[in-house]
C-alpha cells in the first residue's frame, strides 16, 4: 500500500498521526500544504478542509484519531491493549486529549491576561484529572508506547515552548506523574522526529500572528512589527 500524508508543519492533529508513522517505521509520502491558501485539490478531497488526510493508495481518510487507529491495525505490532475495556479507557482518554488540545490553542489567541490566566486554570483542571488517573510509567500503559501517548506527546512539546517564554505551567509539585510521563514521551525519537526541524520557530510566529495575550512575551524586534491582521 502506498501512503501519502497530507500536513500541515505546525498542527498538532499531524503531529500525532506522524509520532505513529515514526514509531511503527512505516514508509509514507508527506506533502505540506498552506491552510490559509489550501490548493484546489485538497480542497475537492478533504471533506472537513482540514488535515491531516491520509491517501491510501487512492482512497482518502480523515481525522487523525481514525488514521492513528488505521495505521494501528494495518501496521502490527499493536499500539493498543488487548483487552476490551482497557481498550475503551484508552480511547476515552485520547478523546479527552482533543479537550486539552483546544485549551492549547485557545492559551495562543486569548487577548486578556485575565481570560489568558482563566483558559490556563481550566487546562489545568484537565491535566489534575490525567494526573489521578496516571498509574504507570514510562508511558500511559506501562512499558508499551499507545496511541494514548502520541496524543499527549503534542500538547507537552507546544506547552514546553509556551513554558520558555512564559513561566512553568506543568510544576512537578502539582504533576509528579504527568512531567515524568511528558519527559518521558519528549525524549522520544520517534517524537522528535514527527515535525519539521523548525517547528520551534514556526509555533512562535504563529503565537506572533495570532496576537494574543501571551505574544507580549515576545520580541518585536525578533518577530517585525505586530500584525494588524490576526490569522488563526
Not at 512505516?26 to 491558501?37: H, M
Not at 482497557?86 to 490553542?105: D, Q
Not at 492559551?107 to 491576561?113: A, D, N, R, W
Request: charged share 25%; glycine share 2%.
Amino acid at each position: 500500500m502506498a501512503l501519502k500524508f497530507v500536513s500541515y508543519k505546525a498542527c498538532p492533529f499531524v503531529q500525532r498521526v506522524a509520532i505513529t508513522l515514526q514509531y511503527k517505521d512505516v514508509d509514507y509520502d508527506i506533502e505540506y500544504i498552506d491552510l490559509g491558501n489550501p490548493p484546489d485539490w485538497f480542497l475537492s478531497i478533504s471533506p472537513l478542509k482540514k488535515v491531516p488526510i491520509m491517501i491510501v493508495d487512492d482512497t482518502v481518510i480523515f481525522e487523525s484519531v481514525v488514521i492513528n487507529e488505521y495505521i494501528d491495525e494495518a501496521y502490527p505490532p499493536t499500539l493498543q491493549p488487548k483487552d476490551l475495556l482497557l481498550k475503551a479507557i484508552n480511547r476515552s482518554w485520547v478523546e479527552f486529549s482533543n479537550n486539552i488540545s483546544l485549551y492549547t490553542f485557545q492559551l495562543t489567541i486569548k487577548e486578556g491576561k485575565i481570560d489568558f490566566e482563566s483558559t490556563l486554570e481550566e487546562l489545568l483542571d484537565d491535566f489534575d484529572r490525567v494526573e489521578e488517573y496516571l498509574w504507570a510509567e514510562p508511558f500511559f500503559n506501562g512499558k508499551q508506547f499507545s496511541l494514548v501517548d502520541a496524543s499527549y506527546a503534542p500538547i507537552f512539546q507546544r506547552l514546553n515552548y509556551l513554558e520558555q517564554i512564559y513561566k512553568p505551567i506543568i510544576e512537578k509539585d502539582r504533576y509528579p506523574r504527568l512531567t515524568n510521563w511528558k519527559d518521558n514521551l519528549l525524549s522520544l525519537k520517534a517524537v522528535k522526529e514527527s515535525t519539521v526541524a523548525e517547528i520551534q520557530n514556526l509555533y512562535y510566529q504563529l503565537l506572533w500572528t495570532r496576537q494574543g495575550y501571551i505574544s507580549n512575551y515576545l520580541s518585536e524586534k525578533e518577530y517585525g512589527k505586530r500584525p494588524t491582521k490576526k490569522l488563526y
